[in-house]
């Protein structure tokens, strides 16, 4: 029980990665806050996860600030204290080459990916930085490491997501405090299967040949897992993770190799 006692505040955390998260740390004895945005998804996925009272919902929009905020102080209050936090909640949409890239679409890829991330880091330090304890995981990418076509706002939230965590790792790390990104290749969540047939049009294929160009790309010649992330999270977020922080560290197959 790697995480008993522990409690963790997990953005995006009723599905896909987030959700793989959180059964984890469930798992490991740890207690979890998740916050997304449908209420609905969210209590069925609290019910096929049966931890009972040590799994909450609360809902809120990552873009928000307000929103972000309040889940971190919830979260806190909720459980008497904020060990651990997962910035999970993030993606692309709107994929269009960067000469028809509107500002909307670009300020919506920085709210969703790094104010989301800047927003509840710096919420939840002011509980973990008094505690002189915690730990901060952020969910990045492959494309924080390297780019593709047509990803061009989505790589660069993910490239500010990447140092944004070595920046704060420098920071706070006499503090007690270990901050890490996990860079995931392509993963086939609930979100990639709905969406990931518009991302393949934007790079002229179709999905399947998205996938496999993904998978060929790797050194394992196939998607990861959520259950590969997962591990590297609650490494990073167990006291076996104490000497790791400011690390972007790829679950993506050998795709970029550092």
């Keep these: 029980m790697k995480l008993q006692g522990q409690v963790a505040a997990i953005t995006g955390g009723t599905a896909g990665i987030g959700r793989g998260i959180a059964e984890a740390f469930l798992a490991e004895g740890a207690s979890v806050a998740l916050m997304a945005r449908n209420a609905d998804k969210a209590r069925a996925a609290l019910a096929e996860i049966g931890a009972g009272d040590r799994a909450i919902h609360i809902a809120g929009d990552a873009t928000v600030q307000g929103d972000i905020e309040n889940f971190v102080d919830q979260a806190a209050k909720h459980f008497g204290r904020l ?68 990803l061009t706002a989505y790589t660069a939230a993910k490239h500010a997501v990447n140092g944004l965590t070595k920046s704060l790792a420098r920071e706070v790390g ?9 860079c995931p290749g392509l993963v086939i969540t609930d979100i990639i299967r709905n969406q990931g047939p518009e991302t393949a049009k934007a790079m002229g294929m179709e999905f399947e040949e998205m996938v496999a160009l993904f998978a060929e790309e790797s050194a394992i010649k196939r998607p990861n897992t959520v259950e590969e992330v997962a591990a590297v999270a609650l490494l990073l977020a167990s006291p076996l993770g104490a000497g790791i922080t400011g690390a972007t560290i790829s679950v993506d197959g050998g795709t970029a190799q550092y």
């Design 83 to 150: 060990d651990i936090l997962v910035n999970n909640a993030g993606g692309a949409s709107d994929l269009q080459p960067l000469a028809q890239l509107s500002d909307a679409t670009f300020d919506e890829a920085m709210k969703w990916n790094v104010y989301a991330t800047f927003w509840a880091c710096r919420r939840a330090l002011q509980t973990m930085l008094p505690a002189k304890s915690g730990r901060i995981i952020n969910i990045s990418s492959v494309e924080g490491k390297h780019g593709k076509p047509v």
């Design 174 to 182: 006499t503090q007690g405090i270990t901050v890490n990104a996990i």
